[in-house]
């Protein structure tokens, strides 16, 4: 698998959101994704590049432009070093919310994508690793 | 009946987080402030939705009807649409249309008296 192209952004304001939902745009298009597909990855990094934002105090995503024997496809993974999730079935479960949002992040990203990975110790951070493929 | 009764917004930019409270907000005054009975957002130029914004439209929704208002959700793009679905947000009391003209029909009807004429006079 090769990477043809790798960046990383800070995730620490509401604007970096938007940020990360132009990057992942840009990735999306220099892939030649359908417009689906770059709706639906571009929605995903949105619900967690906030969580990121919201619960885990700020962080990074390093986005991945990935070429495996010919199939492209787009990686993002997104570090914190929060608090982290002491239950991750309940995180997962669509409509779970320790905040106030509709708790359909982290199931939705995983819909949304073909790829999904989440890891987290309580104390010292979460790492959640989506991809996708053209 | 008059067109005045309608508030129409149009989002226009991809909007952080906090830019999209506000506008909540802002609109939840102004439905106050003039007695709007409708309100028509477009949000044709969004590209994307997430469960944010959604969350802010079926909010303003939810509000505009405590506020006796009808809002109605016009212009989505198919590829939000379609993306929605798998996210799971089903937008439930959000009322839509595919544009502007269809959406005015809606509030049209949405706020029509069950004692008004038939050729539209409304009785004051
Ligand atoms: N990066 C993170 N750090 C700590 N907790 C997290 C993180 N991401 C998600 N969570 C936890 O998982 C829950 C579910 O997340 P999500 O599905 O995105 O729903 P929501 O954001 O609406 O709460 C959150 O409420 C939070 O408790
Ligand atoms: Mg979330």
């Given at each position: 698998?090769?990477?043809?192209?790798?960046?990383?952004?800070?995730?620490?304001?509401?604007?970096?959101?938007?940020?990360?939902?132009?990057?992942?745009?840009?990735?999306?298009?220099?892939?030649?994704?359908?417009?689906?597909?770059?709706?639906?990855i571009?929605?995903a990094?949105?619900?967690?590049?906030?969580?990121?934002?919201?619960?885990?105090?700020?962080?990074?995503?390093?986005?991945d432009?990935?070429?495996?024997?010919?199939?492209?496809?787009?990686?993002?993974?997104?570090?914190?070093?929060?608090?982290?999730?002491?239950?991750?079935?309940?995180?997962?479960?669509?409509?779970?919310?320790?905040?106030?949002?509709?708790?359909?992040?982290?199931?939705?990203?995983?819909?949304?994508?073909?790829?999904?990975?989440?890891?987290?110790?309580?104390?010292?951070?979460?790492?959640?690793?989506?991809?996708?493929?053209? | 009946?008059?067109?005045?009764?309608?508030?129409?917004?149009?989002?226009?930019?991809?909007?952080?987080?906090?830019?999209?409270?506000?506008?909540?907000?802002?609109?939840?005054?102004?439905?106050?402030?003039?007695?709007?009975?409708?309100?028509?957002?477009?949000?044709?130029?969004?590209?994307?939705?997430?469960?944010?914004?959604?969350?802010?439209?079926?909010?303003t929704?939810?509000?505009?009807?405590?506020?006796?208002?009808?809002?109605?959700?016009?212009?989505?793009?198919?590829?939000?649409?379609?993306?929605?679905?798998?996210?799971?947000?089903?937008?439930?009391?959000?009322?839509t249309?595919?544009d502007?003209?269809?959406g005015?029909?809606?509030?049209?009807?949405?706020?029509?008296?069950?004692?008004?004429?038939?050729?539209?006079?409304?009785?004051?």
């Amino acid at each position: 698998m090769a990477t043809l192209r790798s960046e990383i952004a800070g995730i620490v304001t509401s604007e970096d959101i938007v940020r990360v939902r132009h990057m992942v745009r840009d990735a999306a298009v220099r892939l030649s994704f359908s417009l689906v597909d770059q709706t639906k990855i571009v929605t995903a990094a949105s619900e967690l590049a906030r969580n990121t934002l919201e619960y885990g105090g700020g962080g990074t995503v390093r986005i991945d432009e990935l070429a495996d024997h010919g199939r492209l496809g787009l990686q993002l993974i997104f570090e914190d070093r929060g608090p982290g999730i002491a239950d991750l079935n309940q995180a997962m479960q669509d409509g779970f919310t320790s905040g106030s949002g509709l708790g359909l992040g982290l199931g939705g990203a995983k819909r949304l994508c073909n790829e999904f990975e989440i890891q987290s110790k309580p104390g010292e951070g979460t790492r959640v690793r989506v991809a996708r493929w053209k | 009946m008059k067109l005045g009764e309608f508030l129409l917004v149009s989002i226009q930019v991809d909007m952080h987080d906090k830019l999209a409270l506000a506008l909540q907000q802002d609109l939840t005054d102004r439905i106050a402030a003039t007695g709007a009975r409708g309100v028509l957002m477009d949000i044709s130029a969004l590209e994307v939705v997430d469960s944010f914004i959604g969350r802010m439209l079926a909010n303003t929704a939810a509000m505009s009807r405590v506020l006796d208002a009808t809002t109605v959700v016009v212009g989505m793009r198919p590829a939000v649409a379609i993306t929605l679905v798998e996210l799971g947000l089903s937008l439930n009391g959000v009322r839509t249309a595919l544009d502007v003209e269809r959406g005015m029909q809606l509030l049209r009807a949405a706020v029509r008296q069950p004692w008004e004429e038939p050729d539209g006079d409304t009785p004051v």
